[in-house]
């Protein structure tokens, strides 16, 4: 089972400029000051970004880790429930919401680098 340490671990081993930081009280993760993870206020759940396309698949493939709360319903986003995540799929999410928030350019660079 995933933790929030773990997602910690993950970010600043494999991904560029991620930075320690809090959003809304809660431990998160940015890239260039711009949120990309946060811990749910639970401590059980993961905030990320996504694309509503893959949210919709995700969700409905597999409601108990993935899920949309009407808070997050017009957002791109999405909860991850970290005790029931794959630790791969976990991985792919997370880095696929730095993706989305981070600049271009970082982007480019971390893709070359692959």
Not at 94 to 103: D, Q, T
């Amino acid at each position: 089972m995933p933790t929030w340490e773990d997602v910690i671990a993950l970010c600043e081993a494999e991904l560029p400029a991620v930075e320690r930081s809090t959003s809304y009280g809660t431990p998160a993760l940015k890239v260039k000051k711009k949120l990309f993870a946060r811990l749910k206020e639970n401590g059980e759940q993961l905030v990320v970004f996504v694309d509503f396309m893959e949210r919709e698949a995700l969700t409905q493939e597999n409601p108990d880790v993935y899920v949309v709360t009407d808070h997050y319903r017009d957002y791109p986003m999405m909860l991850v429930e970290l005790d029931r995540v794959d630790p791969d799929e976990l991985r792919e999410i997370v880095i696929e919401s730095w993706r989305r928030n981070a600049p271009k350019r970082l982007v480019a660079e971390f893709d070359s680098d692959e």
